[in-house]
T-cell receptor, first 107, second 115 residues
């Protein structure tokens, strides 16, 4: 199956800081999603981004499909950004998840 | 749009009993739904793919007779954990695939504790 590596595994930020999360994957994919899992376990869809760049408020993402990686940018972080960020990739509708990056934003 | 519900959110049961978890797509039809399992501080592990009107496809190592999946309509899939044991205790999460968005949308999860 497709291997998905996320880095860093843990990230501690001061409120207001910017950060970059990375997702590397081992094979060509036509589906890539970024999720935020909140402390209650709910996965929230952030981006569907198999290629290109998207922005949504303080979050943006870029996927370079030819080089098999994706980046998630968090700007001006807030305490509510804390949680686990997952990258999931696949072909068609089936996804393989990375191990996640645990983000802690301190006030 | 693209809301998925899951019920119950939490269940505690005795060893040997069966537990049914429901997953519903509330505002879209989903021919394909997925069931995942997540242990504490770990990633999501796909258990099975649920297809409306046909048998589920299980991932390697997942017992079909232990985890029964039924996808009887375009908005409902159920997972039944049969003869549950303490090692089945986990967080179970379902998702529904939306062809309109080409994305999976996730339910809020069910925390199962088997005593």
């Amino acid at each position: 199956g497709i291997q998905v590596e996320q880095s860093p595994p843990d990230l501690i930020l001061q409120e207001g800081a910017n950060s970059t999360l990375r997702c590397n994957f081992s094979d060509s994919v036509n589906n890539l999603q970024w999720f935020h899992q909140n402390p209650w376990g709910q996965l929230i869809n952030l981006f569907y981004i198999p290629s290109g760049t998207k922005q949504n408020g303080r979050l943006s993402a870029t996927t370079v499909a030819t080089e098999r990686y994706s980046l998630l940018y968090i700007s001006s972080s807030q305490t509510t950004d804390s949680g686990v960020y997952f990258c999931a990739v696949g072909n068609d509708y089936k996804l393989s998840f990375g191990a996640g990056t645990t983000v802690t934003v301190r006030a | 749009g693209a809301v998925v519900s899951q019920h119950p959110s939490r269940v505690i049961c005795k060893s040997g009993t069966s537990v049914k978890i429901e997953c519903r797509s509330l505002d879209f039809q989903a021919t394909t739904m997925f069931w995942y399992r997540q242990f504490p501080k770990q990633s999501l592990m796909l258990m099975a793919t649920s297809n409306e009107g046909s048998k589920a496809t299980y991932e390697q190592g997942v017992e079909k007779d232990k985890f029964l999946i039924n996808h009887a309509s375009l908005t409902l899939s159920t997972l039944t954990v049969t003869s549950a044991h303490p090692e089945d205790s986990s967080f179970y999460i379902c998702s529904a695939y939306s062809g309109s968005f080409n994305e999976q949308f996730f339910g809020p999860g069910t925390r199962l504790t088997v005593l």
